[in-house]
């Protein structure tokens, strides 16, 4: 399925020389994007996304990518509100042959980033991204360098689906932009899902690919890498600071930390985790999903946090279908507790909220939090997150996955050289 360019719009046509004498001193009158809940929410398909070979002439040199020591406008400053039409003309100084044609979606804003979509007069998609703060700046640099790595697993032909490829960055008066090619796709929808082959096998299957990726892949852009112990540890931490608070039912502690203390429930292998799993970073297209995109949580970890987003929205006659084609995608025998670690973690992101609402002395998100806490205190009584009587398939390595996975790592070695399972309360 091949999405169409949209409809032209006078108000968003720009020519190509006009944009480039516009930079960053565009007329504050020129349109600017719709404002958007957060970056790639409703992004639908309305063109043809850039070329791989294109973006890959495209990147900068790791000099003009280095993360400066402020990758945004400095601490404290108002960011400038720049219009869509002088973002599209940053692009043009970013990239080389970028020329700018017209604007396109998606067209979005959220407190840490704006989302511009750029059509150029070779008919190339684009997606400008300006970070609004520090750490967004960081990140997109960050997220730049995994994107890479992965484009290469891609162009090997070992993934089914693509990534949005780095093709240029910029800064000047203040501005951070990143300019990538535009994924073409519709954010899935969890809910529409059908037992069976079909798009809920080709969500497994997208996943066990990912979760196969050598962890080089994410460790060797600065990404933070953690092991079982780390990670165990790190959500003890959070039982601890909830149980603090006096607000969490103590039926609901009593589970997690039953969980939390079972060693068997913390015995797998570090997987490159995705992070920051949600409906407009899986874009899918002729019932299979084509692209991932969001990158910027990335990690080495528990492939359990990918999995929560999907045990917690997914239709429950689906999730066999899903878990099969994901077992498949792995190398290795499945690890038995991935769907109770899973659970965990997203019953345990009402505690990250909780304590959001706690820290940030809102009122509001701290009743909320308390209400889907006792929401789930009787949904869950007093059962255990852990069911010994009914594993799934035992972890146990063979030969031919460790071969497999050796190959994985081969075909990687010549690419150059904070845990977050819920969105950002504010966004």
Request: aromatic share 2%.
């Amino acid at each position: 399925m091949t999405p169409t360019d949209p409809a032209p719009d006078p108000a968003m046509e720009m020519n190509a020389e006009t944009s480039a004498e516009t930079g960053a001193g565009a007329s504050p009158s020129a349109p600017s994007g719709s404002k958007g809940e957060r970056p790639g929410h409703g992004v639908l398909p309305d063109g043809e996304q850039a070329s791989p070979e294109d973006a890959d002439e495209a990147i900068p040199s790791p000099e003009r990518a280095e993360v400066p020591e402020s990758a945004g406008a400095p601490e404290g400053t108002p960011v400038e509100h720049r219009s869509a039409l002088a973002l599209a003309a940053m692009a043009s100084i970013a990239v080389r042959g970028l020329d700018p044609a017209r604007l396109a979606l998606p067209q979005l804003d959220s407190a840490h980033l704006r989302v511009v979509g750029v059509i150029d007069t070779r008919g190339r998609h684009w997606e400008v991204h300006e970070a609004l703060d520090d750490l967004t700046g960081a990140e997109l640099v960050a997220e730049a360098e995994v994107l890479r790595r992965i484009g290469r697993v891609v162009d090997g032909g070992l993934l089914s689906f693509d990534v949005p490829r780095p093709a240029g960055f910029l800064r000047r008066n203040g501005a951070c932009i990143q300019v990538r090619s535009h994924m073409a796709g519709r954010p899935i929808n969890l809910m529409s899902l059908h037992p069976g082959p079909g798009l809920s096998a080709g969500l497994g299957k997208a996943l066990g690919e990912l979760h196969e990726l050598p962890t080089a892949v994410v460790s060797e852009a600065g990404m933070p890498v953690h092991d079982a112990n780390e990670v165990r540890g790190s959500w003890l931490a959070l039982l601890d600071e909830a149980a603090s608070t006096g607000k969490v039912p103590s039926s609901v502690l009593s589970r997690w930390e039953q969980a939390l203390e079972d060693a068997a429930l913390w015995r797998f292998r570090p997987v490159v985790v995705h992070g920051d799993m949600a409906a407009e970073n899986v874009l899918t297209a002729g019932g299979t999903v084509v692209a991932m995109s969001g990158f910027g949580q990335a990690h080495v970890g528990d492939p359990a946090e990918d999995l929560a987003w999907i045990y917690s929205s997914a239709p429950l006659d689906c999730l066999d279908s899903i878990e099969s084609a994901y077992d498949l995608a792995r190398s290795e025998g499945v690890d038995r507790h991935l769907r109770d670690r899973a659970e965990l973690v997203s019953e345990m992101s009402l505690a990250r909220w909780l304590l959001h609402g706690v820290h940030s002395e809102d009122e509001s998100v701290t009743r909320d939090a308390v209400a889907m806490l006792e929401d789930l205190a009787d949904q869950v009584g007093d059962d255990p997150i852990v069911d010994h009587h009914e594993p799934r398939l035992a972890s146990v390595p063979t030969d031919s996955a460790l071969q497999a996975a050796g190959e994985m790592e081969a075909v990687t070695s010549e690419v150059p050289t904070p845990l977050r399972a819920v969105p950002r309360p504010e966004e």
